[in-house]
């Protein structure tokens, strides 16, 4: 609870900060980070979790959080994964995501949110996600995943 609550007060308190951001530097966060999704998207649909993973900053401090758990770090992510969807376009199945809205926090933070459908081995699952992404090396990456 005080990690999500330290969350808030972060996002809010960047969201100051994102207010400063020019309108061409707003749009290249936008851009990026909807590239980055769409490549994620990519990679989960060609049954390649390593390139899926990818789209995650890899890190102890990476965060899934899914129903009622709390995956800390990247490898953890990475074997939840593994276990649930396997490696095979059998148990991964179809990806889609509609992104609903992403908003630049600060020139290295970002916030997404939208709704997922997936379609894998003769079930249909479907959420809403939010996450934050960061910047890394010219590269924008999942830092926090909540997905439900």
Not at 108 to 129: I, M, P
Request: with cysteine.
């Amino acid at each position: 609870m005080k990690k999500i609550l330290f969350l808030l007060v972060s996002i809010i308190s960047v969201t100051t900060h994102a207010e400063s951001l020019t309108t061409t530097q707003n749009a290249a966060i936008k851009a990026g980070v909807a590239q980055a999704m769409y490549d994620s998207v990519q990679c989960w649909n060609a049954a390649d979790l390593k390139c899926f993973m990818d789209g995650y900053v890899n890190s102890d401090k990476t965060l899934f959080i899914s129903g009622d758990k709390f995956i800390h770090g990247w490898q953890a992510s990475y074997d939840h994964y593994k276990q649930k969807y396997g490696n095979n376009k059998q148990g991964m199945g179809h990806l889609d995501i509609k992104i609903e809205d992403i908003q630049a926090l600060d020139e290295t933070h970002a916030f997404l949110y939208g709704r997922w459908q997936l379609k894998a081995d003769k079930k249909e699952y479907s959420g809403v996600t939010s996450l934050i992404f960061e910047k890394h090396a010219n590269k924008w990456q999942i830092m926090i995943d909540h997905s439900n």
